[in-house]
């Protein structure tokens, strides 16, 4: 088995890293040093978002790690409040401005956010912005089928990716069908459950020792084994280089099967019909 980081095709010609560094939750200061970190272990995808507060920082680290941006694949994602068409067009410029770039490789909607019923018209003005060659891929985080139907049918442009919650326990079935039947590739975001219970399971542990692996480390080979984006995060440096240490082993049809078995419906975050 080679130990190369996979990549993944899209639906647009484009490809990204398979395995990417998520950076939810670190403050701009810690999100630069984290950047900094995963680019020198490896990483070469980065995952943030307006509403996280630390594009300064990601835009810093890329900066500091002396790796070219061409190198990088970069997603952010636009915040519920700017969604409308003008809000959109605004709302980019301010990312650019902060990640200190003048394109980003992904741009999500972040969430479909329904009742506010503005997803449409800020799809629209992310295909001006991937026009105008600003946005390398347009794509979206937590549709779902019904949000991802409207898209097609008003403007015949399939997402690229959709970004959403997935963790053994979690596994998503149904979306996930969909994406492979429409050419979505599915992005799994906290991939390792946050970190709690999830890296306790038994079957999780025995694994773990059977491939002299942590459990974090077998939980993302059963991600990239399925053929998913995965974008784990950490400020601990250790766990930041021990994520990226996945390429070297693989599951067998048995244990994979060992770990679907784990699915117990457990969604962490809020429903995306029900976010405002
Ligand atoms: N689109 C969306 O709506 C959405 C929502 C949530 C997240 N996301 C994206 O997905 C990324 C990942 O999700 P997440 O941050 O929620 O959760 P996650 O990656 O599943 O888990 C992160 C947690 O696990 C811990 N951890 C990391 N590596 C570990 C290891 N090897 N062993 C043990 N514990 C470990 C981290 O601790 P330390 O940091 O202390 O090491 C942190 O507490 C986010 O950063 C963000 O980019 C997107």
Do not use: C
Request: aromatic share 8%.
């Amino acid at each position: 088995m080679s130990d190369t980081p996979t990549q993944l095709d899209f639906n647009d010609g484009k490809r990204a890293p398979q395995l990417g560094f998520g950076v939810w939750q670190i403050d701009d200061v810690h999100a630069a040093e984290a950047v900094e970190t995963a680019l020198q272990t490896g990483y070469r995808s980065i995952d943030t978002a307006a509403i996280y507060g630390n594009e300064k920082g990601v835009g810093d680290g890329i900066a500091r790690s002396g790796v070219a941006r061409s190198e990088i694949f970069l997603t952010t994602k636009l915040w519920n409040a700017d969604q409308g068409y003008d809000s959109t067009l605004k709302a980019f410029e301010q990312s650019l401005r902060r990640l200190g770039t003048d394109y980003v490789d992904l741009y999500l909607i972040h969430w479909p956010t329904p009742a506010k019923d503005r997803y449409l018209d800020t799809w629209k003005a992310f295909l001006r912005l991937r026009d105008e060659g600003r946005i390398r891929s347009v794509g979206v985080s937590n549709f779902q089928p019904a949000h991802l139907d409207r898209l097609l049918a008003e403007t015949g442009v399939t997402p690229a990716v959709n970004q959403i919650e997935l963790h053994p326990d979690f596994g998503q079935r149904e979306l996930v069908a969909y994406h492979a039947q429409h050419g979505i590739v599915t992005e799994s975001w906290s991939p390792l459950g946050q970190g709690g219970e999830l890296l306790q399971q038994p079957v999780l542990v025995e694994l773990a020792k059977r491939h002299g692996k942590s459990a974090a480390q077998v939980v993302l080979r059963w991600h990239l084994q399925h053929g998913y984006m995965v974008i784990p995060k950490s400020q601990t440096p250790s766990r930041i280089r021990e994520n990226f240490e996945v390429f070297d082993f693989a599951l067998d049809a048995a244990a994979m099967q060992a770990l679907d078995a784990l699915e117990a419906g457990h969604r962490i975050g809020p429903h995306p019909d029900q976010l405002q």
